[in-house]
């Protein structure tokens, strides 16, 4: 299950709307070992396309530096669909390298609603697992 506080979830969503019709992409960071999704970091989808999402490599290096550095790790790994509902897609199945992390989706199609979804993907195989939206210090 992710638990994830409000303020993030929200975030997560405002970047996917701001973002659209490119799909947005980015990280929420957290202690190693923790399971806790802290630090919201968005990231710029380098493809800058509305069916496609690719962390540039810089910025890429640069966060690892910064996880290493705090001992936090990717938590969450999120992007966005904006045509589509939020699921992965067979690219994004075989990109997915961390074993630890939440993959979360957006689906930015309609207007009205929001699909935000998380996924654990391990050797190609996806589980869809409970979102808890949680006030903080809850």
């Known amino acids: ?3 994830i506080e409000r303020a993030t979830h929200d975030a997560i969503v405002a970047h996917a709307r701001r ?9 929420v960071a957290g202690p ?14 380098a493809a800058r396309s509305p ?6 490599s ?3 290096l640069q966060l690892y530096k910064e996880l290493e550095a705090n001992d936090e790790e990717p938590v969450v790994i999120y992007h966005s669909h904006t045509a589509t509902e939020a699921y992965p897609s ?3 199945i075989a990109y997915a390298q961390e074993p630890n992390a939440h ?15 998380s996924f654990r993907i391990l050797d190609g195989e996806v ?8 006030e903080p210090d809850a």
Do not use: K, W
């Open 103 to 117: 993959y979360v989706l957006v689906s930015t199609r309609s207007e009205d609603e929001t699909e935000f979804r």
């Open 90 to 92: 067979r690219t994004d």
């Open 58 to 60: 810089a910025d890429l």
């Open 1 to 3: 299950m992710l638990r």
């Open 127 to 134: 589980t869809e697992e409970p979102v808890e939206v949680v």
């Open 32 to 45: 190693e070992g923790s399971d806790r999704p802290v630090r919201f970091i968005p990231m710029l989808n």
């Open 19 to 27: 973002d659209h019709p490119d799909e947005a992409c980015g990280v």
């Open 51 to 56: 069916t496609f999402y690719e962390f540039d």
